[in-house]
């Protein structure tokens, strides 16, 4: 079959790999319909996430059909069509059983990470019975595959960390697609601001189309906290969102904090950040970190059912799995581009 493949920082290649195969009985093998490219990847590409080796498939989000499973799946069949999570969970370890996925003993996210991922014409999936989804009828293929990553991280990471409530003020630090998908899932719980802060005028004219009550260009950060002391009245904010992952964006969300706030940082940072602790700590915030288990996945399915969200709306690109070069190409070129999610397409 062919795969894009990890190079080394900075290379990647499509190259003709064995297909892959059931090794255990809880495993599945699924052919892909649709895949994506995360920031994520960009990182690995940087060589941020040394743990991926040289050779392993990148991609971690997508939909298939199954295709082969192992004779301990019970919840799937040969031609389900199926979400593929990001993170791969046993269901049965110490760290599964608190719900946190992420840290799954036999799993987690390994996908384009640590075992080939799903930039591929097809995907070995371990612990299939608690990886995949079954995708209900009336979702379109894009929005589920904003299911696989952006939409549970942007919810769990950034909004339910950040523990966002009605009334909150929260500002969303990022405006690609998981600052969006945390702007559209905080508005669950009805806060009264949404500031969206972005380099991109582009990004923060869409983010408005998605519910963003205020936008701020923070292209001179100092003017840009200036402007969110002056949308609250001076007090600051309740809930900051970090969606970027660089020290700078970081710095923006620590300094803009009110009392008592929440700061929320779902961004992958490749690089040390100053913490202001010396300045945190006695106006009782809370900074919290986390890697998307996907505990939620169920529940926004319900909530994509009912047309309560319509994530579909963040794709901007499609392209063929052949040109997944030039799909690379427009997604890390994104504010030139105009891009949010690229979905890649294998038929």
Not at 142 to 149: F, G, H, L, P, T
Not at 210 to 233: C, K
Not at 269 to 283: A, F, N, S, T, Y
Request: one cysteine or more; aromatic letters at 6%; proline letters at 4%.
């Amino acid at each position: 079959m062919k795969a894009l493949v990890y190079a080394g920082p900075g290379q990647k290649e499509v190259r003709e790999v064995e297909k892959p195969r059931v090794i255990k009985d809880g495993d599945a093998v699924v052919r892909m319909l649709k895949t994506t490219i995360c920031g994520t990847d960009l990182h690995i590409l940087s060589g941020d996430v040394p743990a991926v080796k040289e050779g392993t498939i990148l991609g971690h989000e997508g939909i298939g059909v199954v295709e082969e499973v192992g004779e301990g799946v019970s919840n799937f069949k040969v031609g389900d069509k199926v979400i593929i999570s990001c993170v791969t969970s046993c269901g049965k370890c110490h760290y599964c059983k608190q719900s946190l996925y992420a840290h799954c003993e036999d799993g987690g996210w390994i996908l384009g990470h640590l075992i080939d991922g799903t930039q591929a014409e097809y995907v070995h999936i371990p612990h299939a019975d608690n990886s995949l989804y079954h995708i209900p009828k009336g979702i379109s293929d894009e929005a589920a595959v904003m299911i696989s990553d952006i939409l549970p991280t942007g919810f769990e990471v950034g909004v339910l960390n950040g523990q966002v409530s009605p009334g909150d003020v929260v500002v969303i630090v990022g405006a690609g697609p998981i600052g969006m998908s945390a702007l559209l899932t905080s508005q669950f719980y009805s806060p009264s601001k949404i500031i969206m802060v972005d380099l991109d005028d582009n990004r923060l004219e869409t983010s408005k189309k998605f519910g963003a009550t205020h936008t701020i260009n923070s292209r001179d950060a100092q003017a840009a906290i200036d402007q969110i002391f002056e949308l609250t009245d001076g007090r600051g904010v309740d809930v900051a969102i970090e969606a970027v992952g660089f020290p700078a964006t970081f710095d923006i969300c620590q300094h803009i904090l009110a009392p008592g706030g929440h700061l929320a940082n779902v961004g992958v940072h490749g690089k040390p950040v100053e913490l202001q602790l010396q300045d945190l700590w006695i106006r009782n915030v809370t900074v919290t970190t986390g890697l998307v288990s996907t505990n939620t996945t169920p529940m926004l399915l319900k909530t994509l059912e009912n047309g309560k969200i319509k994530p579909e709306k963040l794709v901007t690109h499609h392209y063929q799995f052949e040109d997944i070069a030039e799909a690379y190409k427009t997604f890390g070129n994104a504010s030139k581009e105009q891009a949010l999610k690229v979905i890649i397409d294998f038929e």
